[in-house]
Every structure is written in structure tokens, then in C-alpha cells.
T-cell receptor
Framework: DAGVIQSPRHEVTEMGQEVTLRCKPISGHNSLFWYRQTMMRGLELLIYFNNNVPIDDSGMPEDRFSAKMPNASFSTLKIQPSEPRDSAVYFC??????????FGQGTRLTVV | SQQGEEDPQALSIQEGENATMNCSYKTSINNLQWYRQNSGRGLVHLILIRSNEREKHSGRLRVTLDTSKKSSSLLITASRAADTASYFCAPSLYNFNKFYFGSGTKLNVKP
């Protein structure tokens, strides 16, 4: 398996634009997680899905953030409209129940 | 908060020495994972230890878990300059598959 695949690796966008981050989890993993990492706040859990259903989105910072998982092999995290304070590295991870969670390489988002 | 808290925040040692990092958490857990992150890179999974396990080994890594004290430790033996990285613990809450991170321990191994 190629591991968790995220795209794009880097994204630079202007304030106010819509940004969509993509994630393909490892095949057979039934849980998917989105994290955000900044110097100030460290690694924050934004949302996680179990069997494609959002279970806990309490970490999503604002209504500008939304996440979907239309099927077991794809998830998106959307920010609309984007703001400079959204600049961060966004990670996606997947796991089976009670097993190791593996991370993608991350998407470095810069909002100017 | 629910996340693991690592201690110390920073650790600087000479190559060849052992490095010990500690993690404390607040609630019952199913398992606890340790990750490494090199500067500007992604998170690499090191070890998962389950709540019914007390110790696990992987190469030069040894992880212990004490559920009565709600704590875990990561020992890296015979450290190398390539071990320089940040190390995070991530406890998974009991009956949940989600996991949280603390602020990590920044390890610097001097050649």
C-alpha cells in the first residue's frame, strides 16, 4: 500500500479564496482523521470519521471549515473563505480500530 | 485537556547516550502511540502499546506503560544524530478511536 496520500503538498492562496485539501486513506482503514499543526497551537485534531461518518467535529475551528468523506477511499477538508490565520500544515491520518495510525505527508497551506 | 503531555519539553544529549521521554495523560485509554517528527516533515509512527501491555520493544526503542499512573515512557538507547527530532505521544481514549497530541519533546543528539 502507498500509505496515506494527501494532495496538494503545498498550497498558496489569497485571502478569501476557497481551499480544498484531499486525502486518500490506507485501504481497509475505517477511521480517518484531519489534524492541523502550527507553531502556536501544536497538533490539533479537527475532525474524525468512522466508516465514512463524521463522529467528532468539535475541533473544527469555525463554520468556514468543512470536511466530507463520500466513500471509504477519499476525504476532503474545505476552507471557505480562507484567512491568513488558517496558514498551517494539515495532516490526514487513517487507522483500523485500536491499531497504528499512519499519517500522510501533509499539506502546507499558506494564505496571503 | 485530553491530550498526552510530554516531559521534558527539550532534551539535549551526546551521541551514544540514552534518551528518555515521558508522557502523562488524564483519562482511561485503549492504547497509546509514539511518533517522531523531523523538522518540517511528517509524523512517523514508532510504537503502539495497548492498555493491557506494560512494555514493548522495537529495535533501539523501548516503551513502557503504567495505566495506574496514567503515564508512558519512550527510551531510545545508544542515540544517534539521526534521532534528532520531536517526539510525541498520542493516547487513544477508552472506547474511542481518536487520539490527541501533546506539545512533544524536542530531542537534540549532538555528534
Amino acid at each position: 500500500d502507498a500509505g496515506v496520500i494527501q494532495s496538494p503538498r503545498h498550497e498558496v492562496t489569497e485571502m478569501g479564496q476557497e481551499v480544498t485539501l484531499r486525502c486518500k486513506p490506507i485501504s481497509g482503514h475505517n477511521s480517518l482523521f484531519w489534524y492541523r499543526q502550527t507553531m502556536m497551537r501544536g497538533l490539533e485534531l479537527l475532525i474524525y470519521f468512522n466508516n465514512n461518518v463524521p463522529i467528532d467535529d468539535s475541533g473544527m475551528p469555525e463554520d468556514r471549515f468543512s470536511a466530507k468523506m463520500p466513500n471509504a477511499s477519499f476525504s476532503t477538508l474545505k476552507i471557505q473563505p480562507s484567512e491568513p490565520r488558517d496558514s498551517a500544515v494539515y495532516f490526514c491520518a487513517s487507522r483500523k480500530q485500536n491499531t497504528e495510525a499512519f499519517f500522510g505527508q501533509g499539506t502546507r497551506l499558506t494564505v496571503v | 485537556s485530553q491530550q498526552g503531555e510530554e516531559d521534558p519539553q527539550a532534551l539535549s544529549i551526546q551521541e551514544g547516550e540514552n534518551a528518555t521521554m515521558n508522557c502523562s495523560y488524564k483519562t482511561s485509554i485503549n492504547n497509546l502511540q509514539w511518533y517522531r517528527q523531523n523538522s518540517g516533515r511528517g509524523l512517523v509512527h514508532l510504537i503502539l502499546i495497548r492498555s493491557n501491555e506494560r512494555e514493548k520493544h522495537s529495535g533501539r526503542l523501548r516503551v513502557t506503560l503504567d495505566t495506574s499512573k496514567k503515564s508512558s515512557s519512550l527510551l531510545i538507547t545508544a542515540s544517534r544524530a539521526a534521532d534528532t527530532a520531536s517526539y510525541f505521544c498520542a493516547p487513544s481514549l477508552y472506547n474511542f478511536n481518536k487520539f490527541y497530541f501533546g506539545s512533544g519533546t524536542k530531542l537534540n543528539v549532538k555528534p
